[in-house]
């Protein structure tokens, strides 16, 4: 059975930093694409950022210079570091795996976890 449990929201004032963790088991990091997506209450889900099976990063362009995606295979862990967090950050984080970067086409979700930033 495929788990992804992600962790490390919280509340932050703005400006802040955080560093969401996604932690799987029962598939291999290094053969899929993980992707942390967002979705703010009232808003659309949004794909934040993406690392593919090769390694490639992607990142939206509100995530842009502040955000950095990257993954230990040795823990089938894949991290999001958030730097100069803004109140319109705030949301339900999850993380994803799918077999490319597409946000929608992702097999596998994960429970999230509330990123609040406050003004």
């Known amino acids: 059975e495929v788990q992804l449990q992600a962790s490390g929201g919280g509340l932050v004032q703005a400006g802040g930093s955080l560093r969401l963790s996604c932690a799987a088991s029962g598939l291999t990091f290094g053969e899929h694409a993980i992707a942390w997506i967002r979705q703010a209450p009232g808003k659309e889900r949004e794909g934040v950022s993406c690392i593919s099976m090769y390694g490639n990063t992607y990142y939206a362009d509100s995530a842009k210079g502040r955000f950095t995606i990257s993954s230990d295979n040795a823990k089938n862990t894949v991290y999001l570091q958030m730097n100069s967090l803004r109140p319109e950050d705030t949301a339900l984080y999850s993380c994803?795996?799918?077999?490319?970067?597409?946000?929608?086409?992702?097999?596998?979700w994960g429970k999230g976890t509330l990123v609040t930033v406050s003004s």
């Open positions: 994803a795996a799918g077999g490319i970067c597409d946000y929608i086409g992702m097999n596998y």
